[in-house]
């Protein structure tokens, strides 16, 4: 199962990768004697209503995708860590106030957060990933503050100490690292939301927005074209999607298996 | 117990406090000068100077934070210009919308989703554990967009058994006299036959797209914690009392797996928030969720971040009332 | 006297992830009417897998093989699933080890009790709340009315014990199962406990089959003892005749690993290590360890009668 979800995440990536040299169509370049075809052997999965090869506009969309998941998991993955690591190590005040933050976040459905900084910040792929970002960074706080707090006490931890070394150098170069197996399984688990989130915020207008392809928003262009019958181009998006956020939580829970078995319940 | 309630009545304060502060946040950072916005496209420097200062933006962010805090005590979370109308009303006018579907898809998703969860975990590797096995992994990776077109696409068009996605009741068609806002129960109270079927009609497909994309996560919580809860000590003990199988697993078992599931309900509100919107946009349908997102379009900015503070304000007491009930439920907690 | 209980030839085993793990190999006990019997041995030596499998509450991947188990003229493992619950909880009833989480934490304790007595014995609720409450205050828990209106998580772990085994005794069962009944227990509470056992079952003439790995504790309140090593049952006595004369090696290692308070002082482990279960020795389990090994150890064990009541699975040992 889970080799079935590497594959496919393998393709997906060498496919975003490789895209320039391996699809023979220009995404953007219009092709006005070919608009709305079925898919076919010249087009796989169709052209849409500008002629355009959906294929080709699939992988490229699904570039931009990969990336706004990977940079949003890897900032709310660096900040959550630090403040997470910070509020378990220390304790106290800065707990408190570091805890109180991540709660206000939390205190909203993520996806109406995202919604809202995604508003306020405006529509490009640096703002999205930010927003995403942001709604991301308690899922990695309190994961890594509870794993503080374990081991924290722990004799390791003791003896690091007691040969001297500054908190800071404790913290983060002795106990962090120890951290890292729920931290990559959830990070893992977590780029399959960040990916349905960029989709869900383009589908709605309010995130990565045309001419930059981009899953969602394929697919909100597809939406319009149900009652004429032009059923390829919303579901290949959508099915892209899936496909893919499916081979991350496959390889999620397989890594979960694999590295943390105690999780197995969360 | 009145320990429990009270610090959990005492938290939701500062929550609150934190929800208003980041759309106050989100509110300020909004691209473009509000006051330009209000004084319109005709007003000169000088107007939306005097404009700027009528609305208190060259004050300093804590003396605007305290007025926006009274504004919204007063009920005033802005105005939108597409409609012309203060935000609150248009949100009130539209939650009944929201309401009708998120109630409709909450009981799909409690109807099929718990018992198809208890189910797997009670003839665990049987057919039934393995579709629901399906349905949680499977419908946890769908975009609920995507799940509504594919609806749409397949009822709509192919099968043609589903109506237009054009709103809440078929063209042609008065709504019932408004009691409270939900044109099914609306329809019921005035026995009015048409409008309930066209109601549920339009309903129908909405709420399954949506208490689909909910479900699938609440079967897996329920299929773990059931299976966790048959493997206890106290359901060894029952078997070895000789109680029968209807007993064990469909009264204790499963009156104790409800209870931790109760705790899930408040995140089972918050995706389903979160899908509303979405729902709303593929069905057109008019809750305060198509609202904010119209809004957004027309470049009137003020809606949305008010129906972010709605949704958060929502979610906090939500989650206060689910965290009271199980204080309620489970007489660990009930009884100290 | 015909035997209450009466497990032959018992082979279990367990499939796991690493292999097959042979469990019971050929346990054999009786248990005769209104006796207390200890069953004992090492963790790990089959002693709460036998008691399981008399209730037939084992469940895939755990497998009986063989053996034969007849209770009160019943086969026990050839009657019905309808008739099995008819045993369970009404003639023949289980203690077990963690009182707290043996009891469901959202159910009042006097209904967990009541509920057994409208099962088994078609009295109408409020006949059986009432009988709850009885029982309850004969195993001695005071404000019986009030306690069985609380939930486990109010009660202490002693009273949590006494609430078991008025559940376990409210249909008055003819055997009593008690599995490890004091573990986790104050050691003045586990007295109280073993006493209040003692003593409900010597009043309602129940059988106890007591489970233990403390042989003080079988030393002072059973009547007869089986003595159990790596799923094999090894030897049989009155209590006495096992104090006293001891007959198979195991046993009697067992006894001179005791610590004592007078004497030398000096303790004696077993030599060697328990032997694995997933490729256990052929014939006699202990005769990798034992002093008296001969070759015919390492097939199937013949048992022999030391003295009467006294039975031994072993090949070398002799009565003294």
Redesign the interface.
Same mark, same amino acid.
């Not at chain 1, 220009?26 to 087009?43: F, I, K, S």
């Given at each position: 199962m889970s080799l079935a979800a590497l594959g496919v995440l393998a393709v997906v990536a060498l496919a975003a990768l490789a895209a320039p040299v391996l699809l023979p169509y220009d995404p953007d370049a219009p092709d006005a004697e070919r608009t709305l075809e079925a898919p076919g052997h010249r087009h796989w999965l169709g052209t849409d209503l500008y002629g355009r090869d959906q294929l080709t506009r699939l992988v490229y969309a699904g570039r931009v995708d990969l990336l706004v998941a990977i940079e949003a998991t890897a900032i709310a993955l660096s900040v959550g860590a630090v403040l997470g690591a910070v509020s378990g190590y220390r304790g106290g005040f800065i707990d408190q106030v570091l805890m109180r933050i991540i709660d206000t976040i939390q205190a909203f459905p993520s996806f109406i957060l995202a919604m809202g900084i995604a508003a306020a910040l405006g529509n490009s792929v640096t703002n999205i990933v930010i927003a995403i970002a942001i709604t991301h960074v308690p899922i990695y706080g309190r994961l890594i503050r509870g794993e503080m707090l374990r081991i924290r006490e722990t004799e390791y931890a003791e003896a690091a100490r007691t040969v001297g070394n500054r908190q800071r150098r404790i913290m983060f170069y002795h106990l962090l690292p120890n951290c890292f197996p729920p931290v990559v399984v959830q990070a893992t688990l977590a780029m399959g939301f960040a990916i349905l989130t960029v989709a869900a915020l383009s589908y709605i207008g309010l995130g990565i927005r045309p001419p930059t392809s981009e899953w969602g928003a394929m697919t909100a262009e597809g939406a319009s074209y149900i009652v004429s019958g032009e059923w390829w181009i919303f579901v290949f998006p959508g099915m892209a999607i899936m496909a893919t956020v499916l081979s991350f939580n496959l390889l999620g829970d397989a890594l979960r298996d694999v590295l943390d078995p105690r999780m197995k319940g969360v | 117990m009145f320990g429990y309630i009270g610090t959990r009545v005492l938290l939701v304060l #500062? !929550?609150l406090l &934190?929800?208003t502060?980041? !759309?106050f946040v989100? =509110?300020y950072?909004? #691209?473009g000068n509000p006051a330009l916005v209000k004084a319109g496209p005709l007003a000169t420097p000088e107007h939306i100077a005097e404009m700027e200062r009528r609305m208190g933006l060259d004050q300093p962010m804590a003396v605007q934070y305290w007025r926006y805090l009274r504004g919204l005590a007063h009920g005033d979370l802005g105005e939108s210009h597409t409609t012309g109308r203060p935000v609150l009303e248009d949100l009130l006018q539209r939650v009944p919308a929201t309401l009708e579907l998120t109630l409709a898809a909450l009981l799909v998703a409690l109807a099929v989703g718990i018992p198809l969860g208890v189910v797997a975990a009670v003839r665990r590797d049987g057919w039934l554990d393995h579709v629901s096995r399906l349905v949680g /992994? &499977?419908g946890? %990776?769908? #975009? !609920?967009?995507?799940t509504g077109? *594919?609806a749409? @696409?397949v009822f709509? @068009?192919a099968l043609g058994v589903a109506p $237009?996605p054009l709103g809440r009741l078929a063209t042609g068609i008065t709504p019932p006299p408004r009691v409270t806002g939900l044109l099914t129960v609306d329809a019921v109270l005035a026995m009015d036959g048409r409008a309930l079927a066209s109601a549920l009609h339009q309903l129908v497909l909405p709420a399954l797209v949506l208490g689909f994309s909910v479900m699938a996560p609440l079967t897996r919580m329920v299929r773990?914690t059931m299976l966790?809860v048959l493997e206890?000590? @106290?359901i060894? %003990?029952?078997?070895? %009392? &000789? *109680? $029968?199988r209807r =007993?064990v697993v469909y009264g204790?078992a499963l009156?104790?797996c409800m209870?931790p599931v109760i705790t899930l309900l408040g995140v089972v509100f &918050?995706?389903l928030?979160?899908g509303n919107?979405?729902v709303e946009? /593929?069905f057109s349908w008019p809750g305060i969720g198509n609202y %904010?997102?119209a809004a957004?379009?027309s470049k009137d900015?003020g809606p949305?971040?008010s129906? /972010?503070l709605f949704?958060?304000v929502v979610?906090?007491f939500v989650n206060l009332a689910v965290d009271l009930v199980y204080g309620l439920v489970?007489?660990?907690i009930r *009884?100290? | 006297m015909t035997d209450l209980l009466a497990v032959r030839d018992l082979t279990v085993h367990f499939a796991t992830d690493e292999g097959i793990v042979q469990a019971l190999d050929g346990a054999s006990l009786r248990v005769g009417p209104g006796e207390v019997v200890g069953l004992v041995g090492e963790s790990g030596s089959g002693k709460s897998v036998t008691a399981l499998a008399i209730l037939r509450l084992l469940r895939p991947p755990a497998r009986v093989l063989g053996g034969r188990i007849e209770f009160d003229g019943l086969d026990l493992q050839a009657c019905s699933e309808e008739e099995m619950r008819a045993v369970r909880g009404a003639q023949i009833s289980m203690v077990f080890q963690s009182p707290r989480t043996s009891l469901n934490p959202v159910l009042p304790v006097g209904h967990q009790i009541a509920r057994l007595l409208v099962q088994h014995g078609a009295i109408r609720p409020r006949e059986a709340r009432a009988r709850a409450v009885e029982m309850l205050r004969e195993v001695g828990i005071g404000e019986p009315e009030r306690r069985a209106r609380q939930y486990a998580h109010q009660l202490s772990g002693g009273m949590c014990q006494r609430v078991m085994i008025a559940m376990a005794l409210a249909t008055n069962p003819r055997l009593l199962i008690a599995d490890e009944p004091t573990t986790g227990l104050d050691v003045s509470i586990a007295a109280q406990i073993l006493d209040l056992l003692g003593d409900l079952g010597r009043r309602t003439g129940a059988a106890i089959l007591l489970i233990t790995h403390d042989l003080g504790v079988v030393a002072r309140r059973c009547d007869r003892v089986v003595v159990m090593h790596a799923g094999q049952t090894v030897e049989w006595a009155p209590v006495r005749a096992l104090f006293h004369a001891p007959a198979h090696p195991y046993t009697r290692a067992l006894l001179r690993s005791i610590p004592r308070v007078v004497g030398t002082g000096e303790m004696e482990p077993i030599p060697g290590w328990v032997p694995s279960l997933l490729a256990p020795p052929p014939g006699c389990r202990f005769a990798p360890r034992c002093a008296l090994v001969r070759p015919e150890c390492r097939a199937p064990v013949p048992v022999r009668s030391v003295d009467g009541d006294h039975r031994v699975a072993c090949v070398a040992a002799e009565a003294s």
């Amino acid at each position: 199962m889970s080799l079935a979800a590497l594959g496919v995440l393998a393709v997906v990536a060498l496919a975003a990768l490789a895209a320039p040299v391996l699809l023979p169509y220009d995404p953007d370049a219009p092709d006005a004697e070919r608009t709305l075809e079925a898919p076919g052997h010249r087009h796989w999965l169709g052209t849409d209503l500008y002629g355009r090869d959906q294929l080709t506009r699939l992988v490229y969309a699904g570039r931009v995708d990969l990336l706004v998941a990977i940079e949003a998991t890897a900032i709310a993955l660096s900040v959550g860590a630090v403040l997470g690591a910070v509020s378990g190590y220390r304790g106290g005040f800065i707990d408190q106030v570091l805890m109180r933050i991540i709660d206000t976040i939390q205190a909203f459905p993520s996806f109406i957060l995202a919604m809202g900084i995604a508003a306020a910040l405006g529509n490009s792929v640096t703002n999205i990933v930010i927003a995403i970002a942001i709604t991301h960074v308690p899922i990695y706080g309190r994961l890594i503050r509870g794993e503080m707090l374990r081991i924290r006490e722990t004799e390791y931890a003791e003896a690091a100490r007691t040969v001297g070394n500054r908190q800071r150098r404790i913290m983060f170069y002795h106990l962090l690292p120890n951290c890292f197996p729920p931290v990559v399984v959830q990070a893992t688990l977590a780029m399959g939301f960040a990916i349905l989130t960029v989709a869900a915020l383009s589908y709605i207008g309010l995130g990565i927005r045309p001419p930059t392809s981009e899953w969602g928003a394929m697919t909100a262009e597809g939406a319009s074209y149900i009652v004429s019958g032009e059923w390829w181009i919303f579901v290949f998006p959508g099915m892209a999607i899936m496909a893919t956020v499916l081979s991350f939580n496959l390889l999620g829970d397989a890594l979960r298996d694999v590295l943390d078995p105690r999780m197995k319940g969360v | 117990m009145f320990g429990y309630i009270g610090t959990r009545v005492l938290l939701v304060l #500062p !929550t609150l406090l &934190g929800v208003t502060l980041v !759309t106050f946040v989100l =509110t300020y950072v909004l #691209p473009g000068n509000p006051a330009l916005v209000k004084a319109g496209p005709l007003a000169t420097p000088e107007h939306i100077a005097e404009m700027e200062r009528r609305m208190g933006l060259d004050q300093p962010m804590a003396v605007q934070y305290w007025r926006y805090l009274r504004g919204l005590a007063h009920g005033d979370l802005g105005e939108s210009h597409t409609t012309g109308r203060p935000v609150l009303e248009d949100l009130l006018q539209r939650v009944p919308a929201t309401l009708e579907l998120t109630l409709a898809a909450l009981l799909v998703a409690l109807a099929v989703g718990i018992p198809l969860g208890v189910v797997a975990a009670v003839r665990r590797d049987g057919w039934l554990d393995h579709v629901s096995r399906l349905v949680g /992994v &499977g419908g946890v %990776a769908m #975009p !609920t967009f995507w799940t509504g077109l *594919l609806a749409l @696409y397949v009822f709509f @068009y192919a099968l043609g058994v589903a109506p $237009p996605p054009l709103g809440r009741l078929a063209t042609g068609i008065t709504p019932p006299p408004r009691v409270t806002g939900l044109l099914t129960v609306d329809a019921v109270l005035a026995m009015d036959g048409r409008a309930l079927a066209s109601a549920l009609h339009q309903l129908v497909l909405p709420a399954l797209v949506l208490g689909f994309s909910v479900m699938a996560p609440l079967t897996r919580m329920v299929r773990a914690t059931m299976l966790e809860v048959l493997e206890s000590d @106290y359901i060894k %003990a029952a078997w070895a %009392a &000789g *109680l $029968p199988r209807r =007993t064990v697993v469909y009264g204790d078992a499963l009156r104790n797996c409800m209870i931790p599931v109760i705790t899930l309900l408040g995140v089972v509100f &918050g995706f389903l928030m979160a899908g509303n919107v979405v729902v709303e946009s /593929v069905f057109s349908w008019p809750g305060i969720g198509n609202y %904010a997102v119209a809004a957004m379009m027309s470049k009137d900015s003020g809606p949305i971040q008010s129906f /972010v503070l709605f949704v958060g304000v929502v979610y906090v007491f939500v989650n206060l009332a689910v965290d009271l009930v199980y204080g309620l439920v489970d007489p660990r907690i009930r *009884l100290r | 006297m015909t035997d209450l209980l009466a497990v032959r030839d018992l082979t279990v085993h367990f499939a796991t992830d690493e292999g097959i793990v042979q469990a019971l190999d050929g346990a054999s006990l009786r248990v005769g009417p209104g006796e207390v019997v200890g069953l004992v041995g090492e963790s790990g030596s089959g002693k709460s897998v036998t008691a399981l499998a008399i209730l037939r509450l084992l469940r895939p991947p755990a497998r009986v093989l063989g053996g034969r188990i007849e209770f009160d003229g019943l086969d026990l493992q050839a009657c019905s699933e309808e008739e099995m619950r008819a045993v369970r909880g009404a003639q023949i009833s289980m203690v077990f080890q963690s009182p707290r989480t043996s009891l469901n934490p959202v159910l009042p304790v006097g209904h967990q009790i009541a509920r057994l007595l409208v099962q088994h014995g078609a009295i109408r609720p409020r006949e059986a709340r009432a009988r709850a409450v009885e029982m309850l205050r004969e195993v001695g828990i005071g404000e019986p009315e009030r306690r069985a209106r609380q939930y486990a998580h109010q009660l202490s772990g002693g009273m949590c014990q006494r609430v078991m085994i008025a559940m376990a005794l409210a249909t008055n069962p003819r055997l009593l199962i008690a599995d490890e009944p004091t573990t986790g227990l104050d050691v003045s509470i586990a007295a109280q406990i073993l006493d209040l056992l003692g003593d409900l079952g010597r009043r309602t003439g129940a059988a106890i089959l007591l489970i233990t790995h403390d042989l003080g504790v079988v030393a002072r309140r059973c009547d007869r003892v089986v003595v159990m090593h790596a799923g094999q049952t090894v030897e049989w006595a009155p209590v006495r005749a096992l104090f006293h004369a001891p007959a198979h090696p195991y046993t009697r290692a067992l006894l001179r690993s005791i610590p004592r308070v007078v004497g030398t002082g000096e303790m004696e482990p077993i030599p060697g290590w328990v032997p694995s279960l997933l490729a256990p020795p052929p014939g006699c389990r202990f005769a990798p360890r034992c002093a008296l090994v001969r070759p015919e150890c390492r097939a199937p064990v013949p048992v022999r009668s030391v003295d009467g009541d006294h039975r031994v699975a072993c090949v070398a040992a002799e009565a003294s």
